[in-house]
């Protein structure tokens, strides 16, 4: 059984960081891709960003350059670095795992609850 437990959520001003956290539990995050996937109420869950090892990530044009993700392979741990934050990255933030790297969430077996950003203007 996986479970995937997200931290690090919370309300921050723009222009400022979080970092989320993706512990995860029952499977090694280094042989599996983990996504970062947000959304916010009434709209569609959207894609942020991948990692399936050191270096090999992806991330959508929306936070390109903004977030990084990583990871602690020791820890089975998978971070969201967010910088220069915007209001329009509020939402409810979601890690997820899954087989292949994929940007749509269908593709991932195993959700966490989510760890709400709120970014004030």
């Known amino acids: 059984q996986v479970q995937l437990v997200e931290s690090g959520g919370g309300l921050v001003q723009a222009g400022g960081s979080l970092r989320l956290s993706c512990a995860a539990s029952?499977?090694?995050?280094?042989?599996?891709?983990v996504a970062w996937f947000r959304q916010v109420l009434g709209k569609e869950r959207e894609f942020v960003a991948v990692?399936?090892?050191?270096?090999?990530?992806y991330y959508s044009d929306s936070v390109n350059s903004r977030y990084t993700v990583s990871m602690d392979a020791a820890k089975n741990t998978v971070y969201l670095q967010m910088n220069s934050l915007k209001p329009e990255d509020t939402a409810l933030y979601y890690c997820?795992?899954?087989?292949?790297?994929?940007?749509?969430?269908?593709?991932?077996?195993?959700w966490g609850q989510g760890t709400q950003v709120t970014v004030s203007s």
């Open positions: 997820a795992q899954g087989l292949n790297i994929e940007r749509t969430g269908a593709a991932y077996d195993y």
């Open positions: 029952g499977r090694t995050f280094s042989r599996y891709p």
């Open positions: 990692i399936k090892w050191i270096g090999d990530t």
